[in-house]
């Protein structure tokens, strides 16, 4: 009979995580912002509709100090909270 340890000659090949995962926060340079949606999330029943302005700060977060790939917030599902300019602030022919 043989053994379970049959080693290959295959070496392992680091590859990139898949869309969707990203690195821990290990420094925790996001975590005011994960405290602050979590403490939304308990406070209204885990419903994560009530809380998609603080998603969005933690998310933006992320994406500032490099913890997951930059994407315009309109393709992560936060189009209707983007800041617009005002039309005060716009130039008029």
């Known amino acids: 009979m043989s053994t379970a340890m049959n080693f ?26 994960k405290e602050k949606f979590m403490k939304c999330l308990k406070e209204n029943s885990f419903d994560n509709a009530t809380c998609r302005l603080q998603s969005k700060e933690y998310l933006e977060c992320r994406m500032d100090n490099q913890l997951m790939t930059k994407e315009p917030l309109e393709k992560l599902g936060f189009k209707d909270l983007v ?11």
Request: proline fraction near 14%; hydrophobic fraction near 20%; charge should be positive.
């Open 83 to 93: 800041d617009k300019p005002s039309e005060e602030n716009q130039v008029k022919p």
């Open 8 to 33: 290959s000659n295959k070496s392992f090949r680091p590859r990139a995580p898949d869309k969707g995962s990203f690195p821990l926060d290990h420094f925790g340079e996001c975590k005011a912002f």
